[in-house]
């Protein structure tokens, strides 16, 4: 296991076994928190409608944590496999699931222990973010998706304005060796559609203000579902969705 990998193993082991709510497990703050979980629990009623998921359907959810984006796709009536390399993260995810719906798989993504083209739908939620390179996780989505499933992928953006304030005084330190990722979405819409031989990618950002201005996130983020790219400056994430040929 080399330093990077040990160094998140380590941290969310901690965060895992303390008694902190969901979202201070998950290291965010509750505002951003609530904004994800909105966000994807509206997508997710949209894949429902669209038959992407449901019953009969299987998603797996890689690097799930404490399962919020699992228990959301279960709720859709989705058979869902929760999936994350730190045991202690997975444990909880177990204790979150109250319905006991899930599926939990302690596995590293780069080697997913699932057979191919078994999965309609799988998700990576603010996985890629502390990968030193995505690519081997895509090209693992690529292998056990079905042609003509869907890949999720949620990131921290490069573009997102909030994001100075971070960078000028940073709120934890990281070893040298150690970093949070940022990208932007074309440049890893390259590496997902070179892993999953597709040529379209759909990019949602998730648009968070600070709270005192919460009351613009619906109107900018009603921009973002029809032009992504004006409500990208006000996102501190974003998604991509894209179809594996």
Same mark, same amino acid.
């Given at each position: 296991?080399?330093?990077?990998?040990?160094?998140?193993?380590?941290?969310?082991?901690?965060?895992?076994?303390?008694?902190?709510?969901?979202?201070?497990?998950?290291?965010?703050?509750?505002?951003?928190?609530?904004?994800?979980?909105?966000?994807?629990?509206?997508?997710?009623?949209?894949?429902?409608?669209?038959?992407?998921?449901?019953?009969?359907?299987?998603?797996?959810?890689?690097?799930?944590?404490?399962?919020?984006?699992s228990r959301i796709l279960a709720s859709a009536g989705t058979d869902v496999v929760a999936c994350d390399l730190?045991?202690?993260?997975?444990?909880?995810?177990?204790?979150?699931d109250e319905a006991g719906k899930l599926m939990l798989v302690n596995a590293d993504c780069e080697h997913l222990?699932?057979?191919?083209?078994?999965?309609?739908?799988?998700?990576?939620? !603010?996985?890629?973010? $502390?990968?030193?390179?995505?690519?081997?996780?895509?090209?693992? @989505?690529?292998? #056990? +998706?079905? %042609? =003509? !499933?869907?890949?999720? $992928?949620?990131?921290?953006?490069?573009?997102?304005?909030?994001? @100075?304030?971070? #960078? +000028?005084? %940073? =709120?934890?330190?990281?070893?040298?060796?150690?970093?949070?990722?940022?990208?932007?979405?074309?440049?890893?819409?390259? +590496?997902?559609?070179?892993?999953?031989?597709?040529?379209?990618?759909?990019?949602?950002?998730?648009?968070?203000?600070?709270?005192?201005?919460?009351?613009?996130?619906?109107?900018?983020?009603?921009?973002?579902?029809?032009?992504?790219?004006?409500?990208?400056?006000?996102?501190?994430?974003?998604?991509?969705?894209?179809?594996?040929d």
């Amino acid at each position: 296991m080399d330093k990077r990998v040990k160094f998140w193993q380590d941290n969310f082991s901690i965060f895992a076994r303390t008694k902190k709510h969901e979202n201070d497990v998950n290291v965010y703050g509750l505002h951003s928190w609530e904004r994800r979980k909105k966000v994807f629990s509206e997508l997710a009623s949209h894949l429902a409608e669209a038959a992407v998921l449901g019953p009969g359907k299987l998603a797996a959810d890689i690097g799930c944590g404490s399962g919020m984006l699992s228990r959301i796709l279960a709720s859709a009536g989705t058979d869902v496999v929760a999936c994350d390399l730190c045991f202690d993260m997975l444990l909880r995810a177990g204790r979150e699931d109250e319905a006991g719906k899930l599926m939990l798989v302690n596995a590293d993504c780069e080697h997913l222990p699932f057979p191919d083209s078994s999965f309609d739908f799988a998700a990576g939620n !603010g996985l890629v973010t $502390i990968l030193s390179d995505p690519t081997p996780f895509f090209n693992e @989505l690529n292998r #056990i +998706l079905k %042609p =003509g !499933g869907i890949a999720m $992928i949620e990131v921290l953006n490069s573009c997102w304005l909030g994001r @100075l304030r971070y #960078i +000028l005084s %940073p =709120g934890y330190d990281l070893p040298s060796d150690v970093r949070v990722l940022h990208y932007l979405p074309w440049s890893l819409t390259r +590496l997902l559609e070179d892993a999953l031989e597709t040529r379209f990618v759909h990019t949602l950002p998730i648009v968070r203000l600070n709270p005192r201005l919460s009351f613009l996130e619906e109107p900018l983020q009603s921009l973002a579902r029809k032009i992504p790219l004006l409500a990208l400056p006000f996102a501190s994430s974003f998604i991509l969705l894209a179809r594996k040929d």
